[in-house]
């Protein structure tokens, strides 16, 4: 993270050729480096006021930009708040392991069960989620993801197990889920405006008055829907509905987000700017924010994820991506111009290299002696026409060829 003068410098560079820019910056640097959270609000207001501000006015926004640049210098400098930003910068340089890692839920013993007619049941011996992280949830449809999102949110009961909520001081539990913001796969539709709408979801959590439009303002500019404020439902597209519902939930500042296949419905891009999103969410220092995401999307949650989790029958089968997978060997998938035929003759001459057809792609598993680059000459020195490669030796996405390997058998 940027020290105060390597992000004033670089904000003093911005104003003059990108203020979007500029004041993402300057929000950023208010939220870790100020005192107080009169200068967070204050940019964001003027964030907002830009929008539809004349040429004079928005010359005086600059300006009061420049102004608050120098706020932060004096504060930094003074003698007197000069230690605690120390203290701040010091904390930012501790590693994440060490920071608002305070545990959320705790699940113990956790067993759901359905009707006679049905033998599935969902059993979780342990499971417990950090304040300022993010767990993925993968597996395969059907085997109990959506139902264990749905216990943690309160929305669906437990037969037996306990889940314990550390963090919060309350017992009771319409005061423990008003700390939970879920996020269902399918989306309700909404009437109004998305400001009318996010507003109201404020107003519902206790937050009125001037304190609303801050925090509604605040969540906008966040999530980058300042213009999209008086479009209605219909007029926004799947990865705007999905940023909105984000806004709705964390407008009020829960300390758990949970979300069932948020990536479902939504193109590449869209994609990434909510990923970019949840990630930004969680990690930010004033409110850390617990993040449990199912997805099918396994690369994508992978880039995301803290940690991973793999659901198989109910039962989450490992909780650890280095467990994936036999300590000594690689795996790569591979999408090239040969079947797993041609590819098997084509690599024969070279040792200790295994080749298994997974339909779409087939997958090398090598000595891990090898390394990506090497793998890759080889390839090229045969000839051969790469037109997909990927090292999946720590990705969890081993379990579902295994899960396949086994359901074959």
Not at 213 to 218: C, G, H, L, Y
Not at 311 to 337: A, R, V
Request: charged residues 25%; hydrophobic residues 35%; neutral net charge.
């Amino acid at each position: 993270m940027k020290t105060i003068k390597e992000s004033i410098s670089t904000i003093r560079e911005f104003l003059d050729k990108d203020l979007e820019i500029a004041s993402d910056l300057l929000l950023e640097a208010t939220r870790n480096f100020s005192t107080s959270t009169r200068l967070e609000d204050e940019v964001v207001m003027l964030k907002w006021e830009y929008v539809i501000a004349n040429d004079d006015r928005k010359q005086d926004i600059i300006n009061r930009y420049k102004e608050i640049l120098t706020t932060l210098e004096r504060e930094y400098n003074a003698e007197k708040v000069d230690n605690k930003q120390k203290r701040i910068e010091e904390l930012n340089q501790v590693s994440e392991a060490s920071i608002n890692n305070e545990i959320i839920v705790r699940l113990d013993g956790i067993i759901k069960k359905y009707s006679r007619r049905s033998s599935f049941e969902l059993n979780i011996p342990k499971l417990k989620l950090s304040q300022g992280k993010i767990v993925g949830l993968v597996g395969e449809n059907a085997t109990g993801k959506s139902t264990l999102l749905n216990i943690i949110a309160g929305e669906v009961s437990h037969d037996s197990g306990t889940i314990r909520f550390p963090l919060f001081k309350e017992k009771r539990w319409v005061k423990i889920k008003s700390h939970i913001s879920y996020i269902p796969q399918q989306l309700d539709e909404w009437q109004g405006s998305l400001l009318e709408n996010i507003s109201f979801h404020a107003a519902l959590h206790g937050i009125k008055g001037e304190e609303n439009d801050k925090a509604v303002k605040r969540i906008i500019h966040l999530l980058g829907l300042g213009d999209y404020t008086q479009h209605t439902w219909k007029e926004l597209s799947g990865g705007y509905k999905l940023r909105f519902a984000l806004a709705k939930a964390l407008v009020w500042k829960p300390k758990l987000l949970i979300l069932d296949e948020p990536l479902a419905h939504l193109d590449i891009n869209a994609q990434i700017t909510v990923l970019n999103d949840l990630k930004q969410l969680s990690k930010n220092r004033k409110h850390p924010l617990a993040i449990l995401v199912s997805s099918q999307h396994i690369h994508e949650i992978e880039y995301i994820a803290d940690k991973l989790l793999f659901m198989k029958n109910g039962k989450l089968t490992n909780q650890s991506i280095s467990d994936t997978h036999e300590p000594n060997l690689l795996h790569f998938e591979l999408g090239c111009n040969l079947d797993s035929h041609q590819l098997r003759l084509a690599l024969s001459k070279i040792p200790d290299i295994q080749v298994t057809d997974k339909e779409m792609y087939n997958i090398l598993s090598v000595p891990q002696y090898f390394t990506t680059n090497k793998i890759l000459g080889l390839l090229i020195t045969e000839g051969i026409e790469i037109n997909y490669f990927r090292n999946i030796s720590q990705s969890i996405k081993l379990k579902f060829y295994e899960t396949k390997r086994n359901n074959n058998t």
